[in-house]
């Protein structure tokens, strides 16, 4: 089994720490869901654990050889990054078909086949230029790069953006039989976290440039409650526990609850214990910050 | 097979409960071989550690049986082990849920059976 492991990793830019000293440990066979709000830093992450960008602070390695600089590290990684055609970057005018011809040749390991596959079921006219093509065929390619470069750790930003419902689901089927087959890592930052929880085995969530949780999805879930009731009985149950995002309307309170290992609250005739979904979890933990 | 994944409830434990209600409708029978974790990962579009999860929870529970290199398989007396459990499960749940809501709304123990015994329409 191969691991990327991240040390103390930050990254400024100018004044701000966008990434602050983030630990983390990538296991080939996992797929990872990194959620964080805009400007949270994760594209950040994602490039500075693919060398695109130069760390201020800490180290990046697989198994135990550093990424910076060092090609036989380089060739097992794959960042498709969303594919921006608003700035002057030299892509904008090449044709789809160009495109995935270079990337062809910069990826070792790259599945021509699969790749075929996913332009045929995407639909992308490769003869169009980038900049003319729509949001979502710009996705597709994306995933149609992360998915064939067969690379040992790839990071998908954002990869279904610009993607309907059909072409979602049909990403996360092909993403799942890629993993299935190859046991490759993925990481996967997305916005849209309900559809997607439950594809991710672990869950990475950043805020403000720090990792607040990285653990186990359903065990995340199974951990996190609402609980509301009358003021005094929920302060009671949750009592010693730890809380966040309580809202009063009135006598009624609710909170979210995060319990630790063997804490328990018990439902009764004052006090309702809810489950949260992740993207509940994530507003709970992140959106405090924008709370009067 | 399929059927929609409810929010809020652990994915292993809709897993666990669909495979069992597939069981008890005959959808999958003894001795039968289950679809595998990386087909109802697919299906489900779910992880395949999350699969993996429920369906080791029916290997746990004597319901289902490994063959090492092949599958998963519906042991034999599977539906008989499933409704004991969901019978039990039926009494710690539903019913203390159920004492919870009387409680609240100040039904005493024997008004309850009285609208048990009526079939839920009060005279």
């Avoid at chain 1, 709000?37 to 960008?53: D, E």
């Avoid at chain 1, 003869?127 to 992360?146: E, R, Y």
């Avoid at chain 1, 059909?166 to 046991?183: D, M």
């Avoid at chain 1, 999805?217 to 010693?240: F, M, P």
């Amino acid at each position: 089994m191969s691991k990327l492991v991240c040390k103390g990793v930050s990254k400024k830019y100018k004044d701000k720490l966008a990434v602050k000293n983030v630990d983390l440990t990538l296991e080939s066979g996992k797929i990872y869901g990194l959620i964080g709000r805009n400007g949270a830093g994760k594209s950040t992450l994602l490039s500075l654990m693919s060398a695109q960008a130069p760390l201020t602070a800490g180290s990046v390695e697989i198994d135990g050889e550093p990424v910076w600089e060092n090609q036989k590290s380089l060739n097992r990684i794959c960042f498709s990054r969303e594919l921006n055609v608003s700035g002057n970057n030299g892509i904008a005018g090449m044709k789809i078909k160009d495109y995935l011809k270079m990337a062809a040749l910069y990826y070792p390991a790259w599945d021509a086949e699969l790749a075929a596959r996913l332009v045929d079921a995407f639909e992308i006219d490769i003869k169009k230029q980038i900049m003319k093509a729509n949001k979502g065929m710009l996705s597709a390619v994306t995933i149609t790069i992360a998915l064939a470069s067969k690379a040992e750790f790839t990071f998908l930003d954002e990869p279904v953006a610009g993607l309907d419902v059909i072409a979602r689901e049909y990403f996360y089927k092909e993403l799942l039989s890629e993993f299935s087959e190859s046991g490759r890592c993925f990481v996967i930052s997305t916005h849209i976290i309900e559809e997607a929880a439950n594809v991710f085995e672990d869950v990475i969530i950043l805020r403000n440039g720090e990792i607040i949780a990285n653990e186990n999805t359903q065990e995340l879930i199974d951990r996190c409650k609402y609980v509301s009731g009358l003021e005094e009985a929920v302060n009671k149950a949750t009592s010693g526990v730890e809380t966040h995002h309580a809202e009063m309307i009135g006598r009624a309170k609710t909170v979210a609850a995060i319990l630790r290992g063997g804490e328990h609250i018990e439902e009764n005739e004052d006090v309702t214990v809810k489950p949260m979904s992740l993207q509940n979890i994530f507003v709970a933990l992140c959106g405090e910050e924008v709370q009067q | 097979m399929k059927e929609l994944l409810d929010e809020g409830k652990s994915i292993y434990i809709q897993i666990q409960e669909m495979i069992e209600t597939d069981i008890l409708r005959g959808v999958l029978r003894e001795d039968e071989r289950i679809p595998s974790t990386n087909e109802l990962a697919k299906l489900y579009i779910i992880n395949p550690a999350t699969a993996a999860k429920g369906v080791n929870l029916l290997v746990d529970s004597g319901i289902l049986f490994k063959k090492r290199g092949i599958g998963m398989f519906v042991a034999p007396g599977a539906a008989e082990k499933i409704r004991t459990q969901r019978k039990k499960a039926f009494m710690e749940e539903k019913i203390s849920e159920l004492l919870n809501e009387a409680k609240s709304l100040g039904i005493s123990k024997e008004e309850l059976i009285d609208m048990i015994r009526n079939g839920g329409t009060k005279q």
